[in-house]
C-alpha cells in the first residue's frame, strides 16, 4: 500500500486532464457571456440603423407615422418581437428649453422642431447561466433628428 501512495505522489500522468477539467467550464462560460454581449451589441447597431432609416423617411414627410414605421420595419425583416412608437415631435430653444411647437416663444432665436424615431426589442441571454449575469433587458434603437 505504501509503494502505491509512493508512485501516485510521484506520478504527473493525469495531471493535464485534471486542469483542463477544471478550467474548461470556466472558458465556455466566459465564451458563451461574450457571445451573448456580442449579439445584444450587433441587435442594438441594427436597431439603430432601422431608428436612421426611420428618421430619414422622416426627413421629408414627418407626419406620415405610417411610412415612418414602414420605413424602421423594412430594416428590420424577419424580426417580429420589435416594439415602434409614434414619433415624437418637441420643439425646443436653443438653451435646451421645450416650448409648444404652437406659438412658443424662445427669449433668443425662434424655436427648433425636432422628431425623435424609437424603436425596441427584448434581449434574453442564450444560456441559463448568462442570463443570471445578463438580466433580460430592452435593447432600443433612437435617433432624434431636428426638422427645423
Known amino acids: 500500500m505504501t509503494g502505491m501512495l509512493t508512485r501516485l505522489k ?7 486532464l485534471v486542469e483542463f477539467a477544471l ?3 470556466v472558458v465556455c462560460l466566459l ?3 461574450g457571445f451573448d454581449i456580442g449579439n445584444a451589441i450587433q441587435q442594438s447597431l441594427q436597431l439603430e440603423a432601422a431608428a436612421r432609416a426611420g428618421a430619414q423617411y422622416a426627413f421629408s414627410r414627418p407626419t406620415d407615422t405610417v411610412g415612418i ?8 425583416l424577419g424580426w417580429s418581437d420589435i416594439t415602434v412608437p ?3 415631435t418637441t420643439c425646443r430653444c436653443d438653451n435646451g428649453v421645450t416650448v409648444s411647437c404652437n406659438g412658443g416663444v424662445c ?3 425662434t424655436p ?30 433612437d435617433v432624434e433628428l431636428r426638422l427645423r
Open 10 to 16: 510521484h506520478s504527473r500522468r493525469g495531471v493535464s
Open 31 to 33: 465564451l458563451m457571456g
Open 23 to 25: 478550467i474548461a467550464p
Open 69 to 76: 414605421t414602414a420605413a424602421i420595419r423594412a430594416n428590420l
Open 86 to 88: 409614434s414619433p415624437v
Open 107 to 109: 427669449a433668443t432665436g
Open 112 to 141: 427648433a422642431m425636432y422628431l425623435s424615431v424609437r424603436v425596441s426589442r427584448p434581449f434574453s441571454a442564450s444560456t441559463p447561466l448568462a442570463a443570471a449575469a445578463l438580466p433580460a433587458q430592452i435593447l432600443v434603437g
